[in-house]
C-alpha cells in the first residue's frame, strides 16, 4: 500500500523496525512489509531513521509540493524494483512488450472516445446513419493500429497519423452535438481558438500533473518515452501514459457546454486565441475535481475516479518487473478485446458512471 503524510504536523519515524507516524498525537505503528511507497506532502516530517529502514526493505520515498506535484524523491541506491522498473522502461524502446504496450494503449484512448460518443448518440435520436458510420470509422482506425506489424520505431509515425485521424473524427462528433454557439473546428491549444478548447486545456494540465505524479509513485520514469520523443526535460511517457485517461477530461467539458454552464467571464481573449480567465478557473476547477473525485468501481474496490491513473501506473510497474500477468483491469481488458477484434459481434455497453444527458 502507499502510505500517505499529508497532514500538517504528521510525522513518521522508526520504532523497533516498525514505522510509527504521529498524527494529532496519535500514533500508529506499521510495519514496512505492508508498504510499496511513501508520500510526503503538507509540511509532514519523516526522521532520517525512517528513511532507512525504507530503503532497507525498497520502498520509495516521494514529495509533493503545495500542487501535488513530485519534486524530490529518495530510492534505493542499489538494484531495486525502481531501477529494474526504469530499466525495463528502456528496454521496451526496442523490443516487442513496447510495442504491444503502445499499440494497446493507443487503441484503449480510442476505444473510449468511440465508446463516449456512442453513450452520447444514445440519448439523440437525431442521430444519422451518416454519422454512425463516422463513429465506426474511429474503430477501424484502431483496428489498423492493432493489426500493424514492424518495430515500434518505423511504426510510431504511422500510428500517430492514426491516432490523429481518429481525434479529429471524434471532436468533430462532439462539436456537431454542442450548441450552436459552442461549436468548435477541432483541437487546439497554446492558446485555444474557441471557448471548448480553452476549458480542455485546463483540465489536460490538471491531468498531466496528475500523471506524472502517478508514474513517480510507482517507480515509473516520466522522461522515458516510447510513442513520444525524448527531448531536454521533456517528460515523454507522461504524455504517452496519459492517452487513454484523456477522457476524464472530455466528458465533464462536454457535460459544462451541452448543458449551457459556460460565460462570457470564463474567458479571456490572448493574442490569437482564448484562455480561461480567473473566474474561469474558479468556477472550472472545483466542478471538474468533483468530478474526477466521484467514486466508481475498479480493480475491485471503490476508488475514486482519478484513481485509475494511480492504480494503472503501479499495475504497469509490476507487469514489468513480473509481478503481474496483465497490467488491465479485467474489465477494460474484456471491453477491449470485444472492440479491437472485428470477428466479434461488438456490442458496446457504456457501463462506467456515465453522467452525460
Known amino acids: 500500500m502507499e502510505l500517505h503524510l499529508n497532514t500538517y504536523g504528521s510525522a513518521l519515524r522508526k520504532k523497533d523496525d516498525m514505522f510509527e507516524i504521529f498524527v494529532d498525537e496519535k500514533k500508529l505503528k506499521i510495519s514496512p512489509l505492508k508498504i510499496s511507497s511513501i508520500v510526503i506532502s503538507n509540511a509532514a516530517q519523516i526522521s532520517s531513521d525512517a528513511i532507512q529502514l525504507a530503503m532497507e526493505h525498497n520502498i520509495d520515498v516521494v514529495m509533493l509540493d503545495q500542487y501535488g506535484s513530485p519534486y524530490a524523491r529518495v530510492w534505493f541506491p542499489r538494484i531495486g524494483s525502481t531501477v529494474l522498473i526504469r530499466r525495463r522502461q528502456l528496454e521496451m524502446l526496442s523490443d516487442a512488450m513496447g510495442l504491444d504496450f503502445i499499440k494497446r494503449w493507443i487503441c484503449l484512448k480510442i476505444m473510449n472516445q468511440y465508446r ?46 492514426l491516432e490523429g485521424s481518429a481525434s479529429r473524427i471524434y471532436f468533430a462528433l462532439l462539436s456537431m452535438m454542442l450548441p450552436e454557439q459552442w461549436a468548435f473546428q477541432g483541437r487546439s491549444s497554446r492558446p485555444a481558438k474557441d471557448a471548448f478548447n480553452a476549458f480542455l486545456n485546463y483540465a489536460y494540465g490538471i491531468l498531466y500533473s496528475k500523471t506524472e505524479r502517478a508514474l513517480v509513485i510507482a517507480g515509473l520514469d516520466p522522461y522515458i518515452g516510447l510513442l513520444h520523443s525524448d527531448n531536454y526535460n521533456k517528460k515523454s511517457f507522461v504524455f504517452d ?6 477522457v476524464l477530461a472530455d466528458e465533464p467539458v462536454f457535460y459544462l457546454f451541452s448543458r449551457g454552464k459556460c460565460k462570457p467571464e470564463h474567458l479571456d481573449c490572448v493574442h490569437k486565441g482564448l484562455n480561461l480567465s480567473t473566474d474561469g478557473k474558479k468556477f472550472f476547477a472545483p466542478y471538474l475535481l468533483e468530478y474526477l473525485d466521484q467514486i466508481e468501481r475498479y480493480r475491485n474496490k471503490n476508488r475514486k475516479r482519478i484513481d485509475r491513473i494511480q492504480t494503472d501506473a503501479h499495475s504497469f510497474a509490476n507487469f514489468l518487473i513480473g509481478k503481474k500477468e496483465n497490467y488491465l483491469e479485467a474489465s477494460v481488458a474484456r471491453k477491449f478485446e470485444n472492440f479491437i477484434n472485428p470477428k466479434l459481434n461488438y456490442v458496446d455497453e457504456w457501463e462506467d458512471s456515465c453522467s452525460l444527458g
Open 241 to 246: 501514459f496519459i492517452e487513454p485517461f484523456r
Open 116 to 161: 463516449l460518443v456512442k453513450a452520447l448518440f444514445s440519448k439523440r435520436e437525431w442521430i444519422t446513419a451518416e454519422q454512425k458510420q463516422k463513429l465506426e470509422l474511429v474503430r477501424n482506425y484502431a483496428i489498423s493500429i492493432y493489426s500493424s506489424e514492424g518495430t515500434l520505431e518505423e511504426l510510431s509515425p504511422t500510428f500517430m497519423g
